[in-house]
């Protein structure tokens, strides 16, 4: 594996050098997104009995949201909340950017580091945690209109859903239609977080400008961070898969990953 990221010093985009928020991008190379991933599970296994007790969190928020939503009959809305919930883990993961964070300056971690992360920059964080619910709840309402337009007269019950969605053409074409919309669902919320969050933390940037500079991030390096995109959301996909207790894992290590993704891709303000 070639050397850690952090030092590395990609080439600056010098497409980007006379546009306001693009100046900071770095171009980075396919190769990279595997760097970031290697250096997060380095971090996570620093910090593991930190990190991963952090994550369970998530996953038991995962089973009380599950739960509520079976027992008030919105079976329909578990599935969409699902797959909705890689539109809100970077807010999830403000913890683990700043254990990296402190791990890179060889600062002492506790479990306080990853439960007062957002304390570096209330406000944004808080703004950007709202942004992504907005996206959930936009996704989880156009996911229930698509039922109710696909299945209209249709008993709401465990055992329908799986056979109208699986075993029927019109089922299949409702989870082919709901995986388009929320695949454009899911670009909008990577534009906008990708770097944006750990931005945040690590040099209590605003709202505007962290998510500005994430979307130049992404779309001047727009190869790796289909790769990158692509990574995060196979290896979000088997932590849900596992019943939520692979979070523990995954969730951590995409989360110490996009801290040095971020580290990469944008250049210190000092170099500015």
Same mark, same amino acid.
């Given at each position: ?13 010098? &497409? !980007? ?17 595997? $760097?970031?991933? =290697?250096? @997060? ?18 996953? +038991? ?6 739960? @509520?939503?079976? +027992? ?7 599935? /969409?909340?699902?797959? !909705? +919930? ?19 300056? *060889? ?8 439960? &007062?992360?957002?304390? *570096? ?9 709202? =942004?992504?619910?907005?996206? #959930? ?13 696909? +299945? ?7 055992? *329908?859903?799986?056979? $109208?969605?699986?075993?029927? #053409?019109? @089922?299949?074409?409702?989870? %082919?239609?709901?995986?388009?919309? &929320? %695949? ?6 990577? #534009? #906008?977080?990708?770097?944006?969050? /750990?931005?945040?933390? &690590? ?13 130049? =991030? ?11 995109? =692509? ?7 088997? @932590? ?5 207790? !692979? ?7 995409? !989360? ?17």
């Amino acid at each position: 594996m070639s050397e850690n990221s952090d030092t590395q010093k990609p080439k600056q985009l010098p &497409g !980007g050098a006379g546009i306001p928020f693009a100046r900071r991008v770095r171009k980075v190379s396919t190769d990279e997104p595997w $760097q970031w991933l =290697a250096l @997060g599970w380095a971090d996570m296994k620093r910090a593991r009995y930190i990190s991963v007790p952090f994550a369970l969190i998530f996953a +038991f928020i995962g089973y009380g949201v599950t739960a @509520g939503l079976y +027992f008030l009959d919105y079976y329909y809305l578990i599935w /969409p909340f699902i797959a !909705g +919930f890689i539109l809100v883990a970077p807010v999830f993961t403000v913890g683990f950017y700043e254990i990296s964070r402190k791990l890179g300056e *060889n600062q002492s971690i506790s479990f306080a580091t990853a439960l &007062g992360a957002w304390r *570096n920059a209330p406000g944004p964080v808080f703004g950007a945690g709202l =942004a992504l619910t907005f996206f #959930l709840i936009i996704w989880v309402r156009t996911a229930a209109l698509l039922y109710v337009i696909n +299945f209209p007269y249709q008993m709401l019950t465990i055992p *329908n859903l799986l056979n $109208q969605k699986f075993f029927s #053409l019109d @089922g299949l074409t409702f989870l %082919a239609v709901g995986t388009f919309i &929320g %695949a454009i669902f899911a670009v909008f919320a990577f #534009l #906008l977080s990708a770097i944006s969050l /750990p931005m945040m933390v &690590g040099e209590r940037a605003d709202f505007l400008p962290a998510l500005l500079t994430s979307v130049f =991030a992404v779309a001047l390096n727009s190869t790796a961070m289909i790769l990158w995109a =692509a990574i995060i959301v196979v290896v979000t996909a088997v @932590g849900l898969a596992t019943a939520f207790i !692979g979070l523990a894992i995954t969730l951590p290590l995409i !989360g110490h990953a996009t801290w040095h993704a971020y580290r990469a891709l944008v250049r210190p303000k000092s170099e500015s």
